[in-house]
Each structure stands twice: as C-alpha cells, then as structure tokens.
C-alpha cells in the first residue's frame, strides 16, 4: 500500500512539474508565435505591392508603404501611392480551414494576387491550392461578379474563371466560396475605402 502511495505521488508531482512546464513554454512562446504571424502577413502585403524588405525592416516599411483601415467589422490594408487592397478570408476547405490574403488592384475587381498562409488539404491534391504556380491563374482575374473554379478543357476562360486543382473537385469549390462568400460580405466597405 505505502508503494503505490510513492507512486501516485510521484506521479502527482511530475505530472504538476510538467504542466507548469508547458504552460511557461506557452506563455513565453505566445509573443513570438504572435510576431510571426503578423509578420507573416505584412510580407505578404509587401510582395503584393512589389515592395522590397527583409527581417529587419518589414515593420518599418510596412507602415511607411500600408495603411491599415478599419471599415466595420473588416480590416484592409491599402498601399498608400497604388491604392491596391489586400484583406485576409478564410473558409473551410475539405479538411480543415483555408486562411490567406487577396490582394485587388485598386478598381476593387481585379485579383493582383492571392497567398495562403494556413491550409490542411491532401498534399498534391487539394493542397495544391497554396502551391504558388496554382495561384498564379488568379492573377489578373475578376472577381466581379463572381469567381467561377471550372473543370479545365479547351474552351477559352472569360475574365472571371480559373481552371480547377485537376483530381481535387471539393477544394477547388470550397476555394471559390471562401473567395466569392469573403468578397460578398466585404464589397460595402471596400466601397467605402478611399472616400
């Protein structure tokens, strides 16, 4: 009996020193997960603006070349000489949440690019939707009235479709949704935006 009482308190003890553990680990990381992510986004922003930085200067110029507006609910960033619009959407795609940033030109309609900075889609299928060479289709494409993701042949694309993730149906339309759902709910305040 005295021998499982030394082990349910050993037990006790280490499992409390190792939560205090992780949980200091949490608390001391937290900044710096919190200082990635943000500077995951302002790079994003930078090179959608072909604005040139690296680790040491992205928050300077990123204040200097972004203004950061608030219209409701909504944040935009909006490079301040070209007048081009990126915000952040999100959506679920077949296996989990798809996050990343469109940036418009600054006619409100027109995609100058698109990055993804959180998916969970099935590498070489539906996570094909973060690959660079993907995204690049949406470039210069309108997303008024609405993005259309087709199934590719051989018929010319109007201006507003992009060719589907051949083998990956399910992502490429939830991919459409998120864009076209995140569009729909934002195009009274991108209206609002540099009045």
Do not use: C, H
Request: glycine residues 8%; proline residues 3%; aromatic residues 8%.
């Amino acid at each position: 009996m005295k021998r499982y009482l030394k082990m349910v308190w050993f037990i006790l003890i280490l499992g409390t020193l190792t939560s205090v553990v992780f949980v200091g680990m949490e608390v001391w990381t937290r900044p710096l997960i919190d200082a990635n992510a943000a500077n995951e986004l302002k790079s994003i922003v930078l090179n959608a603006n072909d604005i040139s930085f690296n680790t040491g200067n992205i928050s300077t110029l990123f204040d200097e070349n972004i203004k950061v507006e608030e219209v409701g609910e909504f944040t935009f960033y909006v490079e301040k000489s070209s007048g081009r619009i990126s915000y952040q959407f999100s959506g679920g795609g077949v296996w989990g949440p798809i996050i990343g940033i469109i940036t418009l030109e600054n006619d409100k309609e027109t995609i100058r690019q698109i990055r993804i900075m959180q998916q969970e889609e099935t590498p070489g299928l539906g996570g094909v939707v973060a690959d660079l060479k993907y995204l690049a289709k949406y470039v210069g494409i309108m997303i008024v009235p609405q993005i259309e993701v087709n199934i590719p042949d051989s018929a010319v694309n109007k201006p507003n479709e992009v060719d589907s993730i051949t083998g990956a149906t399910r992502t490429s339309k939830a991919f459409e949704q998120m864009l076209n759902d995140s569009y729909a709910e934002r195009v009274s305040a991108l209206a609002q935006l540099g009045e």
